[in-house]
């Protein structure tokens, strides 16, 4: 293929070619969740986006090692370093293990992403199983000068790394604005800076996740873990690190500092970052009530939702929308969404069935390159969809013997659909064999009782069938013998 990838890089804010570092190898991080509460939008989205990702450099024949870790230690409720470690206050509440919150957790992430059909990473490392990487890196950035340590806690000295780096070049930030827009040192502070972040924090009495060090008992601050699992399973400099764009600072921030003082590199060559999803218009939130787990969508059971929505549908509505734009979560766009992913599932399940004519009444030898074009252009799903969107059309036309289609041009649609549908953009029909046989039993019912209704000359009785039968997406068409249906208006 001519056509060559291009990726949207945040740290120099443009798309670039992609081109790998040690090609066919492809190094990629993704920043996973913190375990302590199960799955919701926020996390299905740059797990969809990532997963996107991995699949099409697979299929573009690059071998990928793909690294999402879970985050069990080190994450505190505030983002400067304060509160409580999440899973420790969990498991404080539950009166369970740290590792049990954990494993609780991480269960259930994986069952949720498994409905998603978001595929496994290569690796999936834990924060807490590489305590000794996070240390030996702490131990680089203080012999170089570029950490302190207080009463038993290390600090990165960003005062110091920015007078000879930029500390801020990814999200955009200065560092006069940093430090004047932090609340002001109290005197008690460990840090000689509001802006600097720990690396290695002393453990309080009661806090039960803490491992020995040079330093105190304690635990490793969170930017530290991305850096240490990075490093050891991609190397010092890899190429994409990805994650949602809440992480772009400090979090992304921060290891790009300890990267360019533990190793004098960058950590990665390519930046990626998913935007974030709005409900109804507002940021989502505990505090407003409206932070949707996934396993409540799947269930309908959340007092907003106005019915359950299917994973499949879930991950079409995220699909629909670049991975750069903000996502805006309602009702009905997800109904919207249920209905065209409906429309284009049937679609595949009619080319399966289509008879080849002499001639093609379409030309659909440029449908694989606008999609191939789409893709390579910093991944853009919902190009993809419209592209195909555009052949459901004609496909239904074929069935209905208003349009033809000649041998070879079905076997390449047929390759087409299954390459971008199930391969890349990871879809499945979610209807089992069953319920399709049940329905079109219940079709030929109520098309039945709709006729014995047109032979009775009851034509309200008949209109109003196929009127309801409109309104969920069924359509009706009447011919000499008959009715027949189909899903889509
Ligand atoms: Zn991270």
Redesign the pocket.
Known sequence: MENKLFVYNTISRTKEAFEPINPPLVGM?V??PTVYGDAHLGHARPAITFDLVFRYLQHLGYKVRYVR?I?DVGHLENDADEGEDKIAKKARLEQLEPMEVVQYFTDRYHINMNQLNVLSPSIEPRASGHIIEQIEIVKKIIEKGYAYETNGSVYFDVVKYDSSHHYGKLSGRILEDLLSNTRALDGQDEKRNAADFALWKKAEPEHIMRWPSPWSDGFPG??M??SAMSCKYLGEHFDIHG?GMD?LFP??ES?IAQSNIANDKEPCKYWLHNNMITINGQKMGKSLGNFITLNEFFAGSHSSLEKAFSPMTIRFFMLQTHYRSTLDFSNEALIASEKGLKRLMLAMEILDKLKPSEVSTTDISQLSNKCYEAMNDDFNSPQVLANLFDTVRFINGVNDNDETITADDLQKLKVIYTTFVIDLLGLRNETNTDQIEIIDSLMTMILNTRNLAKINRDFAVSDKIRADLNKIGIAVKDNKDGSTWSFGI
Do not use: I, R, S
């Open positions: 991080y920043c996973g870790n985050t969170w930017h873990e991305c994650g992480l979090h992304h290891e």
